[in-house]
């Protein structure tokens, strides 16, 4: 199940110098939580809300190039299990989409989980059968300086708020930017005991910790579903109400959240299985940086899940990759394959600057050279119709 049908064009993007309080501002206009980052036309990785968490500056002086997460571009053709499986290992809640070296779109999370939710390993899986995450509880009565800590310190981007020991809201971050520009000075043994405004609001600095929960939390946000219900409802709510989290509640005791982030990493560690075996010879002594040796492991693997379509048997796949002008600016890679399964040996092999497009070129060249082998074999033509 491939990811093409997914994609998405509505997504917002940034030069590196704009600055976080800018960002922060688009964000929230377009009423999302990711964008895209440029130098001009390259593309240099995407930027999230929740990043805000983690760091501390001036918002209104720091550029956005601070905050930036690299992240490789992401084929159309990319496996659903496979994106949900790098989403959660990137811990992202979106991919962007290349074809080439060109951004198409990009695949929110959300759309990930409500395809996966189709697969047949998830048809009789409930919610408590998914990891839940248990953030510490808050009263409507804390400052929001605890709810900030608890955020920040449990990594958490959302908390239960209790009235009178029930259920009476959630609190988000997004639920503070909505409110005001708050962003985390400093990180002190306990929590934050100091912020960082942006300059508009600094007059009201002093009165911020004391400001309860309930002037941030929200029934608005707040979905609830049972242990027992089936896992592809609480999806189906969850894409709906465009939420990233669901509370778990039985017998008005809350058990935790069930989250985007958990759902992808139970899609993403679902088992293909796989009849098929591959052999790298000379990735690990290329000048790639880590995710993009990481980013042809899969690349590979999606493409012979694909050659699984044609042979109905064993085989084994050898790419052997080799890197020229190491020392310039520019790489180029040439990728020779050998395919092989009983009866049959298969070699293909492409040159290009772009190492996934050599890849992908190499495997296409393999699966042209496969269909001529079972010409006139009707049930195994039909995969590439």
């Given at each position: 199940m491939e990811v093409g049908p997914l994609i998405r064009e509505d997504f917002v993007s940034f030069?590196?110098?704009d600055?976080?309080?800018?960002?922060?501002?688009?964000?929230?206009?377009?009423k999302k939580r990711s964008g895209l980052v440029f130098d001009k036309k390259k593309f240099l990785g995407i930027v999230e809300d929740k990043r805000l968490l983690k760091s501390r500056f001036d918002a209104t002086n720091t550029k956005i190039l601070k905050l930036v997460k690299k992240i490789p571009l992401v084929s159309e053709h990319l496996d659903i299990i496979e994106a949900a499986y790098?989403?959660?290992?990137?811990n992202v809640n979106f991919l962007p989409v290349g074809k080439g070296k060109k951004i198409v779109g990009v695949l929110y999370g959300l759309d990930v989980i409500r395809r996966g939710a189709e697969l047949d390993q998830l048809k009789n899986i409930k919610v408590n059968d998914v990891k839940l995450s248990k953030p510490s509880k808050l009263k409507n009565t804390d400052k929001i300086a605890t709810a900030i800590s608890i955020m920040f310190n449990e990594r958490v981007e959302q908390i239960p708020v209790l009235v009178d020991g029930k259920l009476g809201g959630i609190i988000s971050f997004r639920d503070v930017l909505k409110k005001y520009d708050i962003f985390p000075a400093k990180r002190e043994v306990g929590g934050y005991n100091s912020w960082n405004l942006t300059r508009a609001f600094t007059?009201?600095?002093?009165?911020?910790?004391?400001?309860?929960v309930e002037s941030f939390s929200t029934m608005d946000s707040v979905a609830v579903i049972g242990p027992e219900e089936e896992l592809f409802k609480g999806i189906d709510l969850m894409y709906q109400n465009n939420l990233t989290n669901l509370v778990v509640v039985k017998n008005d005791e809350i058990l935790g959240l069930l989250t985007l982030k958990n759902i992808l990493r139970r899609i993403g560690s679902l088992k293909i299985p796989k009849n098929f075996n591959i052999k790298f010879i000379g990735l690990r002594k290329t000048s790639l940086e880590p995710y993009q040796k990481y980013n042809i492991e899969r690349i590979a693997a999606n493409e012979s899940f694909k050659l699984q379509r044609a042979i109905h048997n064993d085989f084994d796949i050898t790419l052997h990759i080799k890197e020229y002008n190491k020392s310039g600016r520019q790489q180029k890679f040439s990728v020779h394959m050998r395919l092989e399964y009983p009866g049959q040996i298969i070699t293909s092999e492409q040159d290009d600057w772009d190492i996934e497009t050599a890849v992908r070129k190499t495997f296409n060249n393999a699966k042209n050279a496969t269909?001529?082998?079972?010409?006139?074999d009707s049930p195994r033509e039909k995969p590439y119709e």
């Open positions: 030069d590196k110098e600055n976080v309080s800018s960002m922060i501002g688009m964000l929230k206009s377009k790098l989403m959660h290992q990137s007059s009201n600095r002093p009165e911020m910790d004391k400001l309860p269909k001529k082998k079972f010409k006139g």
